[in-house]
């Protein structure tokens, strides 16, 4: 099978990854910060080896600003629910995922909030110009995702987190796309918290999150419930990062996204070439292919995704001939509406090809061919 659905959970996994979290299992699988014995004062080691890890990578300075979550969602909706107020508006990006979008259209649809949607230019880039002409007094929030899942394009977010500073405007990066790619710093975006998947970029297992928060910046917790600290109480603690952490960490999978972290820690920049790379062979050999059109646009910068609609629009189709064939990539809306409705691809959809550290040059030139004859009259 060729792997070509990197954008939604990377696979292959590194091998220090399997390794790691088999050891956690099988040598010290116990509840971290849950005991004062060895075994969980072990687990709760690796839990902050990670946590330092990340921040190392994050740019964070004070590593309990690193908090773990399941997966990306849950690290988005944290920020979100935690941080918005009765009567704000929030501002945010032509291309935001459901998972922005959902938790917005709750306080939306109970009246509580209003939600502003920038418009991009030509290439599918918001200006640092729009943005500032959009704050206004009820802004409580602006959210950018920092590269579309759908076209792959990178958005101008260093720039536009110096106009939410300037502003004294809270700004939420979601880094789902981005996060092992590309400098997902706090200060590297003018950001105050950066939202990511363990288990896309930085190579890390399923079931894993990390949300990014600068000093000063405190959402209210999402969830309620045993730290391990403070239990005389009944009220949540204050202290990071057991606010944030309720209920039993996921060890192993920590234990891998630990792995995955030091793995992409040593060549970010080498991974993000090589799949940049391998996503510009992949788009100069379809855009040979009749009949087939590539969303996105091509002088913007992007990393390694491409998504593509067939004529007729029967992207389904394509995406499951594909799997037929042995090339598994993703078909469909991508969980991002509010993007094909601006691509003008509610209908059809679209087909996603994204390559990871471990696809081949001879993968892609084949996953191109296969494209070209199962489009063949």
Request: aromatic share 4%.
């Amino acid at each position: 099978m060729i792997y070509l659905d990197n954008a939604a959970t990377s696979f292959p996994k590194p091998p220090q990854v399997v390794s790691a979290m088999a050891d956690a299992l099988r040598n010290y699988g116990a509840n971290p910060g849950r005991g004062g014995h060895k075994l969980a004062l072990q687990a709760g080691r690796t839990v902050e080896k990670c946590r330092e890890a990340a921040a190392s990578l994050l740019g964070v300075p004070t590593p309990e600003r690193v908090i773990f979550t399941r997966n990306c969602t849950e690290s988005l909706n944290l920020a979100i629910v935690g941080m918005l107020r009765k009567g704000q508006e929030v501002v945010c990006s032509h291309g935001e995922h459901n998972a922005v979008m959902r938790p917005l259209e709750r306080f939306v649809s109970r009246g509580e909030i209003t939600v502003k949607v920038l418009r991009p230019d030509a290439r599918g880039l918001v200006s640092p110009e729009v943005l500032s002409r959009a704050i206004n007094s009820h802004t409580g929030l602006v959210i950018i995702c920092h590269a579309s899942n759908v076209t792959g394009v990178i958005q101008p977010v260093r720039e536009l987190g110096a106009v939410c500073q300037a502003r004294g405007v809270p700004f939420l990066v979601d880094a789902a796309q981005t996060a092992g790619i590309l400098d997902v710093t706090l200060d590297g975006l003018n950001a105050d918290m950066i939202a990511m998947p363990g288990h896309k970029g930085l190579l890390g297992p399923h079931g894993t999150g990390l949300l990014a928060l600068r000093e000063g910046i405190d959402p209210e917790p999402l969830i309620l419930g045993g730290t391990g600290s403070s239990s005389e109480s009944v009220r949540q603690p204050d202290m990071l990062p057991d606010r944030y952490e309720s209920g039993t960490l996921n060890l192993p999978g920590i234990a891998g996204l630990l792995a995955g972290i030091a793995f992409v820690a040593k060549q970010r920049e080498e991974i993000h070439r090589y799949e940049r790379a391998l996503n510009d062979r992949l788009r100069q050999q379809l855009s040979q292919i009749d009949g087939l059109r590539i969303l996105g646009d091509e002088g913007a910068p992007r990393v390694g995704i491409t998504a593509v609609v067939p004529e007729g629009g029967d992207s389904a189709a394509l995406a499951d001939a594909l799997d037929a064939t042995g090339v598994a990539v993703r078909g469909g809306l991508h969980c991002a509406p509010a993007m094909h409705s601006y691509l003008g691809t509610m209908r059809s959809g679209a087909v996603r090809f994204s390559p990871g550290p471990y696809t081949t040059e001879r993968e892609i030139d084949d996953t191109a061919a296969l494209v070209a004859r199962l489009l063949r009259p």
